[in-house]
């Protein structure tokens, strides 16, 4: 491709808000208790049969320096203030000084097909742990927009506000709490935009007993006016348990976060370290159980989830209708509908975190539209803390991480993603989670 008309398919970054929330939660909390520790992530795609093409590649490398050009808006920053009253000002202020520095971003093409224009990629993030924290979910709604300009291109936009009306509908009168939680995997800038500003029109004429609750991205929710909304990620919880230690890692990571969010509402992904041991720690201090109003499924059997939790509340003289789970495993509208059905079965309240599914749900054009166009599966993951290898025991086989010089391994430890065997068995046995 001629060097001009590369140019004009580069990608633009819009703002410093165009993130998920948790991003700038962790970064403040980063900021207040580890801020001179460096890290490294690590991307990987899940789907060995998917290869990126070579200009791709060229595109996402141009694109990376665009980001250096991000600042903070003064009214960005009073909307921050405003809506998130949770940011202490020392905060804001070194957000509002933030620049991204794309000297931080190693990426690096390996060539695959017999012509080399097609191939896997690598893309690491290494500096100061609360300054690389910000370069995750940038960097993959960046590279999903620009695969599928120049990679997968049998897709078009026809019919996209139909659908997100269509599940919008649904849910809504199922009585469904749900939020948009798309931006790092969806198929591009404008998709996220439409469907964002469709499930508020929706939601604003809907009479359904449902809540269209809002979103993960801080621009969107700035720009529709609507509530912005997050939890923790995993991330957290890995690299506390790498610097602290692993013997009560969720409880050391759960505590930080609370002395950093005193007074704020607190939601908690479980399955870092698998959800059973999660939540047999939560047990044996009920005050902190008490304290955090919800818990986030984000793998495993997502209907064994509720039940679950609803035993270890209730062995500790907790009423579960003061509680909450978020959804946000793999979403899709039917499943909504059948988590929502399970949890008033038992009484338990919950809500919907959907994000491929509502921003990266699209059918082929040469099929008529009736052959799934398949997203990205995609991540980047915290590797290292000072060195220290970081680990993610999932309830998802799939989704077991130890980094060691290598990005992903499963519990079976699959001959092409290896990984550290020796630390994930030591924190394995360490929590009694068998082999």
């Known amino acids: 491709m001629e060097e001009n008309n590369l140019e004009e398919l580069v990608y633009t970054p819009q703002s410093l808000l165009d993130t998920d929330l948790y991003k700038f939660t962790m970064q403040n909390a980063i900021g207040h208790h580890f801020p001179e520790t460096r890290a490294l992530y690590r991307f990987t795609h899940r789907d060995p049969d998917v290869l990126f093409p070579r200009r791709c590649i060229d595109l996402l490398h141009k694109s990376i320096q665009r980001f250096g050009d991000l600042r903070l808006t003064t009214e960005e920053k009073n909307w921050l203030e405003n809506t998130c009253p949770y940011f202490p000002k020392e905060y804001l202020e070194y957000l509002s000084g933030f620049r991204f520095n794309p000297a931080q971003i190693s990426i690096r093409f390996n060539p695959v097909s017999e012509d080399g224009e097609e191939g896997k990629v690598e893309i690491e993030a290494s ?19 620009l695969y599928f300009r120049v990679g997968a291109t049998d897709w078009s936009h026809e019919g996209q506000k139909e659908i997100a009306s269509a599940k919008a509908q649904a849910w809504l009168q199922a009585g469904c709490i749900f939020s948009e939680f798309g931006t790092r995997r969806r198929r591009s800038f404008y998709t996220q935009d439409l469907v964002v500003a469709t499930l508020k029109q ?21 720009k529709y006016d609507i509530r912005v909304v997050g939890t923790i990620a995993h991330e957290w919880f890995m690299g506390v348990a790498a610097l602290k230690g692993y013997e009560g890692a969720n409880t050391n990571a759960l505590a930080l976060w609370e002395e950093t969010y005193p007074n704020s509402s607190l939601v908690a992904p479980t399955d870092t370290f698998s959800t059973r041991v999660f939540l ?110 970081c680990v993610k025991i999932s309830d998802d086989l799939n989704k077991v991480q130890c980094t060691g010089d290598f990005p992903y391994a499963t519990l079976h430890f699959h001959p092409q993603n290896t990984g550290d065997k020796t630390l994930v068995a030591g924190v394995k046995k360490l929590y009694g989670i068998p082999n």
């Open 280 to 389: 047999q720690e939560l047990a044996k201090d009920p005050a902190r159980a008490e304290k955090w109003s919800g818990l986030r499924h984000d793998s495993g059997n997502p209907f064994e989830f509720a039940p679950a939790a609803k035993a270890m509340y209730e062995s500790i003289g907790i009423d579960i209708r003061t509680k909450n789970i978020i959804y946000s495993d793999s979403l899709n509208s039917d499943k909504v509908l059948q988590l929502k059905k399970h949890c008033d079965e038992i009484g338990f309240g919950c809500s919907f975190g959907i994000g491929t599914n509502l921003t990266n749900d699209f059918k082929t054009k040469s099929s008529g539209y009736t052959e799934k166009s398949r997203a990205l599966n995609m991540v980047i993951k915290l590797a290292k803390v000072d060195d220290k290898d």
């Open 202 to 222: 929706e939601a604003d004429k809907s009479s359904g007993p449902g809540v269209f609750f809002g979103t993960c991205n801080p621009y969107f929710a700035k």
């Open 127 to 145: 500096g100061l742990w609360r300054e690389t924290i910000l370069w995750e979910i940038p960097v993959m709604a960046c590279l999903s927009e």
